[in-house]
């Protein structure tokens, strides 16, 4: 197999991304979460890699931190997106029929609010905390999963390899997860890591707007929101988690890109 | 007299390859010269060449084309200023040749509006003229309609007729009925001839189908992997081909086989009764849908190890019979019944045992194999059903299966790297693995090229011979059926006009449509 750039290049952004967060699970350079008045925007020195924050807290350390808090959070509504989406377009998609067109029409209403909308008004019920945003996001963000999904489905159906199944005397089931399924594979790995990339700005926007992971835990989103009047004072503060985030996206779309191309079997044989 | 062509030592490379070596020929005006060879030989490259066409990663590797004479611009300008009035092309895709989403009218009118003078309404004419002599009724107001209101083949003449208003001195056809019906093929080939004889065009027609030289050709040349083999008079040519390659490939012309003793009057292995299949016509918003019959009221009996041929154009509904005798599409009327016993309500295991008994092989090997799957597990698959056999026998059988397909040690291949007579192999192998009572074959071998498809056929029959399964064998080319079939059926709008031994059809048809199918269809000149 040819190494590909997007592979390489992806796989080192996001490889990074990871072991920053592997790291702040067994050792931060200090407590993200301990504050310190007297240390208040510290500059970056020898003791504090990136300065202090206005409360005195470490900015390395959250930094190390609200990696593990993203990812995770990102991590765990992406695999809701999914599974409430796929549900969704497979059973629209194969089914047909009835089934399709409630779920249709239930998946349009909802692609019909903009995803941040949607997740807002969640979020106001739910109350703001790490569950609610995952739950929240991922609701929001299913639709779009489950039309990919269906809309694949729907031309994969039609091939003549899943007739071939049926008239082998496979189940439905059988068919629709070993001749189905697969093939929709390619798509969903693609928009599962753009989704990601979404969540994690849309975590930040919803910290930004003071709906995201409370406070005191660091998030890069929240890290942002509360770096925002400092702009002038300590630039860094604003720059390090916005640096963080931007690796994250880009190391994901690279990586999304090149797993489509390894996915297909045609380029592997 | 100065040939209209002049094709000379041209060679055509692809990376590092030649497609095309050293290849010459020349065509008088108003002559018919037939390219002729498999996939792959380099004809369709030539022919590309020729009018300045060739498609990325192929590029001319030395060799002169000289068109009336003259040395063929390498300049676009002056290239582009000769196709269209100097050289036309029809292509294989009638589907894609046109532009879906300008109406017909102004893509035919776009020739003259470039290479003529003619005003508007002349040019409207002319078009109404030329749809009018390729045999579009009502030619004035087709001329508002966009492609997709057209079937195949009158898209194949809307294509001849927009070429040919230019008049052109040659006209290139690449393929140009491969993707229809033998009926339509025929029509499509006859006008095209009739048209180019008129206007005194010369013809290079680029084919796989020889069948097609010996009508259509006065001369042939054949070519295999990208050089000439044999070039000559098209009918001595075909009678006396002189190198093995051309004798192969006219060999792999359908032939008749003896026929066999008819079955002994056993009971029918399958059999339908007054089957219907009807499809709801998409129907306007707020409309109530029309009802489309595609299968009426026919009533077919298959006999243990007989080989049926169900025969008929586009649209007779033999697919979708081929289907429903399968029950893969649901009939509205009517009685199914294997080895006696109803299964047209049949559901769950009772369904399960009618379908182990049963099989299908479809037309196009190319979408009817998972892309997913390697080879071996395409072919256990099948074993799952009945439950019980372990993996590794499975897959023990399949490389048996294999072996006798003639793909033994492919079975790690995934089907793209496959030739597409290696995936119809398969396709076979996957249908005969559990040993079918009853094989449904759906054109099974219309997508392949003359010598594969004689193989695969070879293959089916052999199998057939051996394994003894009754087969319903779909197709709308009477030569193919001639090799196989004990009994031919044949279909048109819906239902069965014809049916009898296979002699007896084929010698003495009683309808017309029987005679047209069996005008159209191709098979070894003078037998």
Not at chain 2, 22 to 30: Q, V
Not at chain 2, 144 to 160: D, K, T, V, W
Not at chain 2, 203 to 220: N, P, Q
């Amino acid at each position: 197999m040819r190494l590909r750039p997007n592979l390489l290049i992806g796989g080192t952004l996001l490889g990074f991304v990871f072991a920053v967060a592997a790291a702040a699970l067994v050792w931060t350079p200090h407590d993200p979460v301990r504050t310190n008045l007297r240390r208040r925007l510290v500059p970056p020195s020898q003791n504090y890699w990136l300065g202090t924050d206005e409360f005195g807290r470490d900015v390395a350390s959250r930094l190390m931190e609200g990696a593990v808090t993203s990812l995770s959070v990102a991590a765990s509504t992406v695999v809701v997106a999914l599974v409430l989406g796929m549900a969704i377009g497979l059973a629209g998609g194969f089914l047909r029929g009835w089934t399709d067109r409630i779920l249709g029409a239930v998946n349009d209403t909802l692609l019909a609010f903009p995803g941040i909308l949607l997740a807002l008004g969640l979020l106001a019920v739910l109350g703001p905390s790490r569950w609610g945003i995952v739950l929240a996001l991922g609701l929001a963000y299913a639709p779009s999963v489950a039309r990919v999904v269906r809309g694949s489905v729907l031309s994969i159906r039609e091939r003549e390899f899943v007739e071939a199944s049926r008239a082998l005397g496979n189940s439905e089931g059988y068919t629709l997860l070993r001749h189905v399924l697969p093939h929709t594979a390619a798509p969903v790995t693609v928009l599962a890591t753009s989704l990601f990339g979404w969540v994690i700005l849309s975590e930040s926007a919803l910290s930004f707007l003071g709906l995201g992971v409370p406070p005191p835990a660091a998030t890069w989103g929240n890290m942002l929101a509360s770096a925002r009047p400092f702009m002038d004072q300590a630039p860094l503060l604003s720059i390090a988690p916005g640096a963080m985030i931007a690796t994250c996206l880009l190391g994901v779309n690279l990586l999304g890109d090149a797993l489509r191309d390894l996915l297909d079997p045609r380029d592997g044989a | 007299m100065t040939p209209v062509l002049e094709v000379e030592r041209l060679s055509i490379a692809a990376g590092g390859r030649r497609v095309v070596d050293g290849l010459s020929f020349r065509i008088a005006p108003g002559e018919a010269l037939a390219l002729v060879g498999e996939s792959g030989s380099g004809k369709s490259a030539t022919a590309r060449a020729v009018i300045g066409l060739l498609p990325p990663g192929l590029a001319p590797d030395g060799g002169a084309i000289r068109f009336e004479g003259a040395a063929l611009a390498a300049n676009s300008a002056a290239l582009r200023r000769l196709r269209g009035p100097g050289i036309g092309m029809v292509f294989q895709e009638p589907m894609t040749s046109l532009n879906p989403a300008h109406r017909i009218g102004a893509q035919m009118e776009e020739g003259l509006a470039l290479h003529t003078r003619l005003s508007p309404a002349q040019r409207r004419d002319s078009c109404i003229a030329m749809l009018e002599r390729v045999g579009i009724t009502d030619p004035a107001s087709r001329l508002n309609a966009f492609p997709h209101e057209f079937s195949g083949g009158m898209r194949q003449r809307i294509m001849l007729a927009s070429v040919m208003l230019l008049r052109p001195r040659l006209l290139i056809a690449d393929e140009p009925t491969t993707a229809l019906d033998t009926l339509t093929q025929a029509e499509v080939m006859e006008l095209m001839s009739g048209l180019a004889r008129e206007h005194g065009t010369a013809l290079l027609l680029i084919t796989h189908d020889l069948g097609l030289v010996a009508r259509y050709a006065d001369r042939a040349l054949v070519m295999q992997q990208g050089r000439a083999v044999e070039e000559g008079p098209a009918a001595p040519l075909l009678d006396n081909p002189r190198q093995a390659y051309t004798r192969a490939l006219v060999d792999a012309l359908p032939r008749r086989g003896p026929a066999r003793p008819a079955a002994a009057a056993s009971a029918p292995l399958i059999e339908a009764r007054g089957l219907c299949v009807t499809y709801p016509k998409r129907g306007a918003l707020f409309r109530r849908a029309e009802i489309f019959t595609a299968v009426d009221d026919v009533s077919l009996a298959i006999h243990p190890g007989e080989v049926v041929a169900l025969v008929g154009g586009s649209g007779s509904g033999k697919t979708t019979l081929g289907r429903a005798m399968l029950r893969l599409v649901p009939s509205s009327a009517g009685q199914l019944l294997f080895r006696g016993q109803a299964v047209t309500q049949r559901s769950g295991a009772a369904l399960l045992d009618f379908r182990l008994a049963c099989q299908i092989v479809f037309q196009d090997p190319y979408s009817s194999l998972d892309p997913r799957m390697r080879v071996r597990d395409i072919v256990a698959e099948p074993l799952r059903l009945p439950a019980g056999m372990p993996m590794a026998e499975r897959l023990r059988r399949a490389e048996v299966m294999l072996e006798e397909v003639g793909l033994g040690g492919l079975g790690a291949r995934f089907p793209h790297a496959l030739s597409g007579g290696q995936r119809q192999r398969v396709a076979i192998a996957r249908a005969l693995v559990r040993d079918p009572a009853f094989v449904v074959a759906d054109e099974a071998v219309s997508a392949l090229d003359a010598t594969v498809r004689k193989q695969v056929l070879a293959l089916l029959r052999e199998q057939q011979r051996r394994r003894g399964f009754a087969c319903l064998f779909v197709t709308h080319d009477l030569g193919v059926v001639e090799e196989i079939a004990d009994r031919i059926v044949v279909m048109q709008g819906g239902r069965i006009v014809e049916q009898g031994p296979r002699d007896a059809v084929l010698d003495a048809p009683a309808q017309d449509y029987t005679r047209a199918l069996l005008a159209a269809a191709l098979r070894r000149p003078g037998v």
